[in-house]
């Protein structure tokens, strides 16, 4: 496996304790899927470690108590987060989902809440809390927050795929902004989860895989929403790169548990005495070549969030150039979440041929990576992505970079 990249000065030199950091919480996950501890609920113990270091915070500034992983404008800073992602991953999906999207919350709220952004986040770095980024609306009741003669909001609706549902304590919402009784946009707004207006229903989370990210379903029954609570504007959510930002690092994790799945072909082969068998070492090189092209591909999105970094400072003007640069960079990850899924895939299967069924008798961490990569592949608008990439692709002569 290659090294990392030395560390530049500041927060940077706290990186290396942070992969050591997720790679001991990594361990621990596999140890309790290996003793058979059921995963309907968060890895217990990943939770537990996650609040225990670094990090809960390390996506913060320097400045707020963190150390700057994974800002864009900060070299070596991106390329580290998808490192910290890709460890987690290898150990529990669900535990890297959950990091995730608190990371991702802390980072939005850094950008967007304005002046207000320290307060807010000194508060839940002071509290310890996990904080959710719940996004998807339900079907059936979709999320509106809307404006009151005293101006304060109310939220009603709900949400659905909340992941850390029952261990975020405070969540980052999206929902409709509706005010003088017109729809504004969607609007981002920071939500204490243990109000007795928030309910919860994990019935609905019955599925095959990623069970330990614990994603259900949120009602709120008029939960009062006071205007310090919003954060940034109507569709600031959806600004890019900020949005599409996001691709790189949930394919990290992914191709972190695929990378696991040859840790496991490895022990397996090497305990059978099976590693001289010509077929097998196929599938061992087939699958490693496929994974070493994840990580370039991954190695590649990181530079281009650099490249794009001042794209990233909501000051910075939306000029021609700089929407140019954004559709390259959204092709970009286009193909790199399509290159990783298919990585991901493609081991899945080699890994199953090369060990049969015998790899899918609980407890057993290649059935566990199995059912959590079949569900957690499944990322929305893929058809969209191919056709965005095609489309960018279509309209560029000769290579792509």
């Known amino acids: 496996m290659r090294a990392n990249p030395p560390a530049p000065e500041g927060g940077g030199t706290r990186w290396p304790s942070l992969r050591h950091a997720a790679g001991e919480i990594a361990e621990g996950a596999l140890q309790e899927v290996r003793s058979g501890t059921p995963d309907t609920l968060c890895p217990p113990g990943a939770m537990e470690a996650l609040r225990a270091s670094e990090l809960l915070h390390a ?14 404008r900060t070299p070596g800073a991106v390329r ?23 990371a991702n919350a802390l ?12 307060a807010i986040l000194g508060g839940i770095v002071a509290s310890g ?23 304060t909001y109310l939220l009603t609706g709900g949400k659905s795929f909340a992941s850390g549902t029952g261990v975020c304590t405070v969540a980052l919402v999206g929902a409709t902004l509706v005010a003088d009784g017109e729809e504004k946009g969607w609007q981002l707004v920071l939500v204490d989860t243990t109000d007795e207006t928030v309910s919860t229903d994990l019935s609905w989370w019955d599925v095959l895989g990623m069970r330990g990210s614990v994603s259900g379903r949120i009602s709120f029954a008029g939960t009062v929403i006071k205007p310090d609570r919003l954060v940034g504007g109507t569709e600031d959510y959806h ?13 990290a ?7 696991q799945l040859l840790t496991e072909l490895r022990t397996a082969l090497r305990s059978g005495r099976r590693g001289t068998d010509d077929v097998q070492l196929g599938r061992v090189a087939e699958t490693a070549r496929l994974l070493e092209g994840g990580r370039l591909w991954l190695d590649r999105a990181a530079l281009l969030t650099e490249e794009n970094g001042p794209a990233f400072d909501t000051s910075t003007p939306v000029t021609e150039d700089v929407t140019e640069g954004l559709e390259e960079y959204a092709a970009y990850l286009g193909m790199t979440r399509l290159t990783v899924e298919d990585a991901c895939l493609q081991t899945m299967r080699l890994v199953e041929q090369a060990l049969g069924s015998r790899c899918f008798v609980r407890p057993s961490v290649i059935e566990q990576i199995h059912r959590d990569l079949t569900v957690y592949l499944r990322q929305p608008a893929r058809d969209a992505t191919v056709a965005r990439v095609g489309r960018w692709a279509l309209q560029h002569e000769g290579s792509t970079r």
């Open 107 to 118: 980072q939005l709220i850094e950008a967007f809440a304005g002046p207000d952004a320290p």
């Open 239 to 251: 600004r890019q790169p900020w949005l599409i930002a996001g691709v790189a690092r949930y394919a």
């Open 253 to 259: 994790a992914q191709l972190g548990a695929a990378e």
């Open 80 to 102: 580290a987060h998808l490192d910290v992602l890709r460890i987690l991953g290898a150990g529990s999906l669900s535990t890297a989902r959950i990091w995730e999207g608190h």
């Open 129 to 151: 809390a996990v904080v959710g980024l719940w996004n998807t609306n339900d079907q059936q009741d979709k999320a509106r927050l809307t404006a009151r003669p005293d101006g």
């Open 59 to 72: 996506t913060l500034p320097e400045a707020l108590g963190g150390s700057g992983l994974g800002d864009p």
